[in-house]
């Protein structure tokens, strides 16, 4: 019988460089399936999380509406610019000073956890037998080095390479700057001091980047009069429906391309949705009739897109009732605005479009939220053994 003398084969194995009684293209039909994972990496979405996350879209669109407010009101002069550039600016120093001191509570939080883990590791040091039998030292012999309990001391410059005098337990030590045995400074210095450089400033590094965020400053508001004349004759031969059209296609571009996932260890805001704002309030502001008016929509521009989203992020990571209070300012703003230039209202149309503006946004978070959770429903990922490796890339060396 042919069949009871055929050799037996081994179990397969997913290897192709292992010789093998089976071909390359050869499948297990038993443990094809036996791996199978169906969605591996599904987070199931939760209505309220959404909710919440979804204010930060919220925040930003809303911020894109009293921008737009603001450059009607001004170019139909119901609004002055100057009002309008002023409260900006009276809000973005005080945004600035609340991020300043934000921070500075930070700092001292963590310099305050890094002295008390310090001082637990001096404490695990000083109670071992080792650090027990060594903390007296004797005449003659090494003492232990700080470096060892993890905490290095800076010494003055001025006592580098400075003889101390005689010691009656130490013996003395030659001189370490030295270059020859002879005392001639025939090599380089042996000292293990890098050269010493005269960096020193009479500004803390807090101080020092308070003034150069006000010499920035200065410099913006100094460039924006500079230019303004110049912005203002940018467009004159356009016509004003090329204007709007692209003024509206930026914003949108704005709108569709800003990173709404950026944390706060984010500087600056996406470089494209922030050129493409500053360019439509450019192709805007060349539509006023005076530099004056130039000027205020340009600066009110830097503030609202390349400022305020700084200001958001960070307020989000601090308070979260802070930025609630802010999700709702910015709507009520946003809904009166819109609906006072559309209608041409006052008081009246104003509560009108803050009292609709405020329902169609919670209704438009509630809907988007639940569209979101029901859309996972479809979501049908399949993974195996069959798939091929994914390669881990190190992004240094180890």
Not at 11 to 35: C, G, I, R
Request: glycine content about 8%; some cysteine; proline content about 8%.
């Amino acid at each position: 019988d042919g069949s009871a003398r055929a050799p037996k084969r081994g179990a397969w194995k997913k290897l192709l460089w292992v010789k093998q009684a089976y071909p390359d293209n050869y499948t297990d039909e038993l443990q094809f399936l036996s791996h199978l994972q169906r969605n591996p990496t599904l987070r199931p979405y939760e209505f309220w999380p959404l909710v919440a996350d979804s204010t930060i879209i919220v925040q930003h669109v809303a911020s894109v509406i009293i921008f737009v407010c603001c450059f009607v009101g001004i170019f139909k002069e119901r609004v002055s610019p100057v009002s309008v550039v002023s409260w900006a600016t009276i809000g973005t120093v005080l945004g600035w000073v609340a991020r300043d001191w934000w921070i500075g509570r930070e700092e001292e939080q963590r310099l305050e956890e890094e002295l008390r883990a310090a001082a637990s590791k001096l404490a695990d040091a000083a109670g071992t037998p080792e650090a027990s039998d060594t903390s007296t030292p004797l005449p003659g012999a090494a003492t232990p080095s700080s470096d060892s309990l993890g905490i290095s001391f800076h010494h003055p410059p001025s006592t580098r390479g400075v003889s101390r005098g005689p010691s009656p337990d130490w013996p003395s030590l030659p001189d370490l700057t030295t270059g020859h045995p002879s005392g001639a400074p025939t090599f380089a210095t042996y000292s293990h001091y890098p050269p010493y450089e005269n960096r020193t400033s009479r500004f803390s590094p807090r101080n020092q980047e308070r003034l150069a965020t006000a010499k920035s400053a200065i410099l913006i508001y100094c460039a924006l009069l500079g230019l303004s004349p110049i912005l203002k004759s940018l467009t004159k031969s356009t016509s004003p429906d090329s204007i709007w059209a692209m003024s509206s296609w930026l914003i949108s571009i704005n709108v569709f391309t800003f990173d709404y996932g950026a944390g706060v260890e984010a500087k600056f805001p996406a470089p494209l949705s922030t050129n493409a704002a500053l360019m439509a309030s450019t192709v805007l502001a060349s539509r006023l009739p005076s530099t004056t008016h130039v000027f205020s929509l340009t600066l009110f521009s830097i503030e609202v897109f390349g400022l305020f989203p700084v200001f958001r992020r960070l307020l989000r990571h601090v308070s979260w009732v802070g930025h609630l209070v802010l999700t709702g300012g910015l709507i009520v703003g946003a809904g009166g605005g819109l609906c006072v230039i559309i209608t041409g209202g006052a008081w009246k149309a104003a509560t009108v479009g803050v009292v609709l503006g405020g329902l169609l946004t919670c209704l438009a978070m509630g809907m988007t939220s639940w569209w979101l959770i029901g859309l996972q429903r479809f979501k049908d990922e399949i993974r195996g053994p069959w798939d091929p490796a994914r390669p881990v890339i190190r992004r240094r060396w180890d």
